[in-house]
């Protein structure tokens, strides 16, 4: 291995091509040539932050609406074009955004935008298909109310972010999504869909010059003259005593435990020691100390392993563990003992050097691919990291000490104020 | 980058597979061992599956807990799986880390302690991972499926075991089954990425080369006669959604049929991915079975599955009921399709649109390092690596005769086996 190929294989501003066009969408590109296909990756700013608290899932619904049917080709029309070619493109919603990702072999890749173009400008939301996406999107949800582990997940969510677009689920509750009608997407799409916060990450055999120049003629014409602003995010309140929530689901052989407390959000100084304290906490090696305790050593759980999830207003640091329903609450303590020592001790200068060469070393692995790179450069633009970010990385972690690390476990955790929701067999109970 | 594979075989029979990729600084090293659950008798169902979560538990060189923090500690990737016909370790690591990988490797084909104590402790854990796939409605379905499907191949069981064995097993067993089969003369040392062949050859020379082969114990032939009758199975339990699936026998991986059938699943369910086991596939919004069931509004979703194996195995559907249908309306749809597929050759249209598909799959297949390296050593353990590179040039070769020709062989509703999972009556 060359110090050369280390340095170049790195995306950095030597080879991520950024260009605003006109009407404000941000396009960044990273040729590939290696592979003959491209990958695209994208944002828009049409999140569930939008949902109405009664049409709950409205986001969602419209961003997987768009390739229903369009002014310019029907449903099938539009998958024949893609599917025929091999090609994939698809949209969905969080939070804050909407978003977009499709990839295609590079001779498709042409169609592949104008079909991303065409779906994001002229969706007509037929009624049949409506109907029908309403159905799966019910189904969807009646899988969802069944399945341990998001229905802990959903418990979690909203009793650590209560009455908060962070507590709220994407896709909705069957009553909000039954209540939201046809119109109601075309309402959301005038609104919310716009060029001016829009980020596409295109990665692959192609040249930027080629990309900026067909998204120009595509989406050059494209303004949103009306799109609503976001309104600022109620507070984060910090929990007042631990939360417990166990949903009944009878028939099930495991109960899912999802635990935890508020996390930093992705622009806090503390992010990175509370990441890499996390590693430690639940990650590193197999499943790092809960891991260790919970499954390696009890033989309590097939997994047991944390979580930092970190967003633009806040974020969640999370515990999630599948266990014998018998064995649910000697988890859960055991789980406690290990935060409790996390934020009473600092954790090991050599845990923390293995981490700190862990997070350096994976660095090229989550890059090798073309969706790794596209979504890696979509979080340098979303969170502002600069696209020099990778490049200044190693010495990022490096700066990590093992006292920043309990520093942040402190501001974060507490073993007397948790969030901890389980789904699975026995009687559910709420406190 | 250059799409030469090297491959090589040591006196001890192991056989070593190597490509140069220089996109990246990483190399990806798998290790290929021919068991699984088709080598699995009676009463020692989900054996093959707990040795490789043995395998992670430590030799006297790595004792547990040493292996993982060495290999993240440099920033690798690795994970193990078992299947029906092999079990697989690998680790990704940055190029310049390599050798960690492959010390690890060699020593745990042969040096892993067994501890009792780790034995047991890790019973419970396989237990609990058994109960979590048994919370999914799709395994109760699927695990029945396959006992009607498969009447003495060890195919009929699940790679994890039955309850009832994963509570008998035995430390002496487990240590017997390792024994028998983790040995160079029945395994693949495969590896892609950023190395120079003759360097990387002598590094495996050197620590495989001492490691004696020994006798596998032999399975015989296996397989068994078609089904002969449709046999129709129903699983009931929570939840509101109903599901279908129907399963047939399907051809091995390494027969011509197996590409004609890839082609007849392609334009009926929607083309398959080729990144690790499948992964990696587009919609199948346009396939013939999405047209008439969830565009007719009778189901939901719909899936194929067409697995490449040593024997003989399934090629299944998986269907989900919409709500305001019905099962019974959903095969009436499903047969008419069926016989559509049976009674009139497809066109030249759709099967170059299945390679076309099946191009485009092999291309992002092929982007990642990790990935290549899985299947060089994949294709080997039911046919040949070449099985891979010559993927689109065999779909290539499939014609609308021989595809109607096949379809009928196999697709006979004799030949079939079919399951309906049912929602309980809410007891509430």
New interface residues.
């Given amino acids: ?1 060359s110090a050369t ?2 340095n170049t ?1 790195i995306p950095g501003p030597h080879d991520i091509h950024r260009k605003v066009l006109s009407n404000g969408i941000t396009l960044l590109v990273r040729s590939n040539f ?4 491209v990958v695209i990756s994208g944002i828009l700013g049409a999140g569930s932050q939008f949902d109405p608290h009664e049409k709950l899932g409205l986001a969602h619904f419209t961003s997987v609406s768009l390739m229903r049917g369009t002014k310019n080709a029907d ?2 029309t539009i ?2 074009r ?7 493109l ?1 949209f969905g919603a969080s939070v804050h955004n909407t978003s977009l990702g499709g ?3 590079v001779e498709d890749m042409p169609m592949l935008i104008s079909s991303l173009a065409d779906s994001l400008l002229n969706p007509t939301f037929p009624e049949l298909y409506f109907d ?1 996406l309403k ?2 999107l ?3 949800l ?2 969802r ?4 582990s998001e229905r802990a997940s959903l418990a979690f969510d909203t009793l650590l972010f209560p009455n908060h677009p962070y507590g709220f689920p994407e896709d909705g509750y069957t009553e909000t999504i039954s209540a939201i009608s046809r119109q109601d997407l075309v309402d959301f799409h005038a609104k919310h869909f716009g060029p001016d916060n829009m980020v596409v990450v295109v990665v692959g055999a192609v040249k930027p010059e080629d990309v900026f120049s067909l998204f120009e003629k595509e989406f050059g014409v494209w303004k949103n003259p009306g799109l609503a602003t976001a309104k600022p995010f109620a507070a984060i309140n910090p929990l007042q005593k631990t939360l417990r929530e166990h949903i009944s ?6 109960t ?1 435990i999802v635990m935890g407390t508020l996390g930093p959000k992705r622009s806090a100084p503390e992010y990175l020691a509370a990441s890499l304290g996390n590693n430690i906490l639940g990650q ?3 499943m790092g100390r809960i891991g ?1 305790v919970v ?9 047991a392993s944390t979580s930092v999830s970190s967003w633009i207003e806040g974020g969640s640091w999370e515990v999630a563990a ?3 329903p018998a064995n649910t609450d000697k988890a859960i303590q055991l789980i406690i003992q290990e935060l409790e020592k996390f934020r009473s001790e600092p954790v090991l200068q050599s845990e923390l ?2 981490s700190q ?9 989550s ?4 969706s790794g790179v596209a979504n890696s450069i979509l979080n340098l633009e979303r969170f502002n990291l600069g696209l020099d970010y990778f490049q200044r990385y190693p010495d990022l972690v490096r700066e990590v000490t093992t006292d920043q690390i309990l520093k942040a476990a402190q501001k974060y955790i507490d073993p007397e104020r948790l969030v901890i929701a389980s789904a ?1 067999p026995g009687k559910g109970k709420k406190k | 980058m250059t799409d030469q594979i090297v491959s090589f075989n040591l006196n001890n029979g192991l056989k070593i597979l190597l490509k140069e990729i220089h996109t990246s600084p990483i190399i990806s090293h798998w290790v290929w061992y021919r068991v699984g659950s088709r080598y699995e008798t009676v009463g020692k169902t989900g054996i093959s599956h707990w040795v490789e979560h043995m395998q992670f538990k430590g030799t006297p060189t790595f004792p547990a807990g040493v292996l993982d923090r060495a290999i993240s500690r440099d920033g690798g990737l690795w994970n193990a799986f078992t299947h029906l016909d092999w079990t697989t370790f690998f680790e990704t690591m940055p190029a310049d880390k390599i050798d960690l990988s492959l010390n690890l490797e060699s020593d745990r084909m042969v040096n892993s302690v067994f501890d009792v104590e780790e034995v047991d402790s890790e019973r419970t854990v396989i237990i609990s991972e058994r109960e979590g796939s048994e919370n999914d409605p799709l395994f109760k379905l699927e695990e029945a499926m396959q006992l009607a499907a498969f009447k003495t191949h060890p195919y009929r069981n699940e790679v994890i075991g039955s309850l009832e064995d994963l509570r008998a097993i035995t430390r002496d067993d487990l240590f017997q089954h390792y024994r028998s089969y983790y040995n160079p003369a029945n395994a693949v040392v495969a590896m892609a990425g950023d190395f120079k062949t003759d360097e990387m050859f002598e590094k495996i020379r050197q620590r495989y080369e001492s490691i004696p082969a020994q006798k596998v114990p032999l399975t015989g032939d296996l397989r068994e006669p078609a089904l002969q009758k449709e046999e129709r199975i129903e699983v009931t339990g929570p939840g509101e959604t109903t599901y279908i699936e129907m399963t047939w026998r399907a051809p091995a991986a390494s027969e011509e049929d197996f590409f004609i059938f890839t082609v007849l699943d392609s334009l009926f369910t929607g083309p398959s991915g080729l990144n690790m086991f499948g992964g990696g596939g587009i919609s199948n919004k346009t396939s013939r079975l999405y047209r008439a069931l969830v565009e007719k509004e009778l189901a939901v979703s719909v899936n194929g599955s067409l697995q490449a194996t040593l024997d003989p195995y399934l090629y299944s559907l998986t269907i989900t009921v919409r709500p305001d249908s019905s099962p019974e309306h959903v095969l009436q749809k499903l047969d008419d399709e069926i016989a559509r597929l049976l009674d009139s050759p497809v066109t030249q249209a759709e099967i170059d649109r299945a390679v076309k598909q099946a191009r485009a799959m092999f291309v992002y297949g092929s982007e990642n390092i990790t990935n290549q390296g899985f299947w060089l050593g994949y294709s080997e353990m039911f046919s040949h690596y070449s099985w891979f590179l010559e993927y689109v040039k065999n779909l290539e070769q499939v014609t609308a005769d021989k595809l109607l020709a096949k379809a009928r062989e196999y697709l006979s509703p004799q030949r079939r086996v079919l399951g309906i999972y049912r929602p309980e009556e809410n007891p509430s």
């Fill in positions: 291995m190929l280390v294989s290696n592979s003959a296909s449903f099938q998958f024949e893609l599917e025929s070619a091999g090609a994939s698809g990839r295609a072999l029908r159905q799966q019910l189904t969807g009646a899988i109310a069944q399945d341990t689901l009878s028939g099930k052989s495991q899912d590193f090696g197999m260790d499954r390696e050593k009890a033989g309590l759980a097939y997994y599948g266990v014998n050097d293995d060469a862990n997070y350096i070393g994976r660095l090229p692995l890059l090798e691919s073309n699975g």
